[in-house]
């Protein structure tokens, strides 16, 4: 190590470089000179185990070039020698720290870090931001290749059924504004389902966020998302939201940072009714971020070609008291969209039994009876029985409460889409740790 008693005079953070198979390291700047590494100098290339230390030395191997910029001449150090840059070679990014007549080049904490994620084994140490009560984490903790350690849940009812469902995990019961990086525990992967309520459709014209969803009451949150990312660099990142997400100045920014920190990302819109062989027509935006490139995210373009008799209960007697209880809210629904079809504005009530194709977005607050899908019985409408959502969205809830079962489904992800996206996640990062270990 330089001596402590040594005055740093320059620090800067590079990738490291390649020229014709061999790493390279390229410093250019007038502090050089100051120094002591004077254009036409001499210097001297010392390896030590993790790091690289040149000397201005009058029997160095090496010399100080120039380049010609404006305000004259500027010193350059290129070095690109497999052999005497061989401590720096697995590293993606070194740090220069320079002192007089001293300069160590070594790897970066980043580079330390990003290293240590892409030689880690599975089971992958998972954090989920925005956990709900469990769609995703479902997919996750059935995944041998992930282990859910940890999720981050603000709303009471929600954080008591993931913590019932995940007792061996930690749950972080916080708004994420209020979490220091810091604070959460050492994961490799991060999967977040972000709050959607500022940025969907429904939300903007609710909150009269047109063209600026960001000022929304959770508009902001994927700034959080961006830091917690930029500290611990997991080894891949999982994001997912409404699809006017993605073109929001809120997921355009996110995908930018996450390419600027150095990772490989692929952004889709997911289609479970016509890639992913589901009934359910809900539409999502996926992101996932790599260390390591080449991931891509292979659809089965399976499109759902059957009906609902597996989901949807036969007839039965409990037809009658479902249909009877909601029978005033539908008939007042009727009317209220019967006045909005009257002015044009295309409003309709839908309906599904055994035999239908499809299942319309199953919503947060579909228990408040305000909208469809209703099933059809000879004695009128019902609503979706809890366990016929729950085969929906390949997903069982551990809560008695139908409405916050329902709020948490339809808020929810589809499980088995997104156990089939971990799956392809899980294969590629396997085969990237067999390549970098």
Not at 109 to 129: D, K, M, S
Not at 210 to 222: A, I, M, V
Request: charged share 20%.
């Amino acid at each position: 190590m330089p001596n402590p008693h040594l005055s740093q005079k320059f620090l800067s953070f590079h990738k490291l470089g390649e020229n014709r198979g061999s790493p390279r390291v390229w410093l250019e700047s007038q502090r050089l000179s100051t120094l002591g590494f004077v254009i036409g100098n001499s210097f001297s290339v010392e390896t030590l185990v993790r790091r690289v230390r040149l000397r201005p030395s009058s029997t160095g191997t090496h010399q100080v070039a120039k380049k010609r910029a404006a305000g004259g001449l500027r010193p350059v150090i290129d070095l690109a020698n497999r052999v005497l840059l061989a401590p720096l070679a697995k590293w993606d990014e070194i740090k220069v720290s320079g002192f007089h007549r001293l300069i160590e080049i070594s790897p970066s904490v980043r580079a330390f870090a990003i290293h240590r994620q892409r030689t880690t084994p599975a089971p992958w140490r998972t954090l989920e931001v925005f956990s709900g009560g469990g769609t995703l984490s479902a997919a996750i903790s059935q995944h041998p290749d992930f282990k859910l350690i940890a999720g981050v849940e603000i709303n009471p009812r929600f954080a008591d059924v993931w913590q019932a469902m995940h007792s061996d995990a930690l749950l972080i019961q916080a708004d994420v504004r209020r979490i220091h990086p810091s604070e959460y525990p050492a994961h490799e992967i991060l999967v977040a389902a972000i709050p959607c309520t500022s940025h969907s459709m429904l939300g903007r014209a609710k909150k009269s966020l047109r063209e600026k969803p960001e000022l929304g009451d959770t508009g902001d949150l994927f700034l959080s998302i961006a830091a917690l990312v930029a500290t611990h660099l997991p080894l891949a990142c999982v994001f997912e939201n409404v699809p006017s997400f993605g073109t929001s100045l809120a997921g355009m920014t996110l995908v930018h940072h996450l390419r600027q920190l150095g990772y490989h990302v692929t952004q889709t819109t997911l289609d479970p009714f016509r890639q992913w062989n589901e009934p359910q027509d809900r539409k999502r935006w996926l992101v996932v971020a790599t260390l390591a490139p080449g991931f891509e995210l292979r659809p089965p373009d399976i499109a759902f070609d059957g009906n609902l008799m597996s989901l949807i209960d036969a007839p039965n007697k409990q037809d009658r008291h479902d249909a009877e209880r909601i029978a005033g809210s539908v008939e007042a629904l009727r009317r209220h969209r019967e006045r909005h079809r009257a002015l044009g504005h295309g409003f309709g009530l839908s309906t599904s039994n055994q035999q239908s194709r499809r299942v319309p977005t199953i919503v947060r607050s579909y228990h408040k009876i305000n909208v469809g899908p209703f099933v059809e019985t000879e004695f009128g409408p019902r609503l979706l029985r809890r366990h016929e959502v729950e085969k929906l969205m390949g997903c069982k809830i551990d809560c008695e409460h139908y409405a916050t079962a329902i709020e948490i489904l339809g808020q929810g992800v589809q499980t088995r889409v997104f156990k089939n996206i971990l799956t392809q996640l899980g294969r590629f990062l396997g085969q990237d740790r067999a390549t970098t270990s």
